[in-house]
Structure formats: C-alpha cells, structure tokens
C-alpha cells in the first residue's frame, strides 16, 4: 500500500469521524434509531481503532519531508486525543469536541503529508 493510498484512507476516515460527530446528534433529534447509535459506545470505540492503523502507516514511516517531525507530532497528537476521547471516562462530558479536535488533527496531519510528498516520487 502507497503512502498516497494510506493517507487519502485516513483523510477519509478522519472525514468520517467528523461527519458522525457533528450529523448524528441532528439525526437522533429526528430518528429514534440514531438515538441509540449516537449513544452506542462501541462504535465510537471501533472508529478511533481504525483511524489509528492508516495514521500508524503514515506517520511513522520513513519520510525524507523537512517537515516530517511536525506532521508526526500533529498525527500523534491527533490519536491521543482520539484515544482520550474514546477510552478515558473522565472525559465524557467533553467527547464531542475531544473527537473533533482529534479528527481535524489527523486529517490536517494526513493532508500536510500528502502535500510534502507530492514532490517526492519515491514516497508516493
């Protein structure tokens, strides 16, 4: 798998762990059933887990960008806090934002690598 796949996957996923934190409270005002998905722990669990795999492959791969130190830092700091978010019962009442500042962190990550190895074709 090409460093380009794994970090359009991760834009992707980030994308969707952005999109489920901001539209599914909406859709559980007006469907029961996203009610319970909204309120379903597990869910949210498997999301931050499969965020980390394509975010593991990216970041920490060998990268000859003169930024790559601080794109590993936005990445991991990105999983951090999605982890925090997710497993870390003391920050319950904060989830929401904890989960947005963690997807936008990785995303931003994933899109920063892609943009400092378009040049590079033998990162890509």
């Not at 909406?26 to 996203?34: N, R």
């Not at 998905?37 to 960008?65: D, T």
């Amino acid at each position: 798998m090409t460093v380009k796949t794994i970090d359009y996957s991760g834009v992707a996923l980030s994308s969707l762990c952005i999109v489920h934190c901001v539209l599914l409270p909406v859709a559980a005002s007006m469907l029961p059933i996203a009610a319970s998905i909204a309120e379903n722990e597990f869910f949210h669990k498997a999301l931050v887990l499969l965020a980390i795999g394509p975010a593991a492959l990216a970041f920490f791969r060998r990268s000859s960008s003169k930024f790559a130190p601080a794109f590993r830092s936005l990445g991991v700091m990105g999983i951090v806090t999605l982890l925090a978010s997710a497993f870390v019962e003391a920050f319950h009442d904060i989830e929401a934002s904890l989960t947005l500042f963690g997807a936008f962190s990785l995303a931003s990550a994933h899109i920063w690598r892609i943009g400092s190895t378009r040049h590079h074709p033998l990162q890509n």
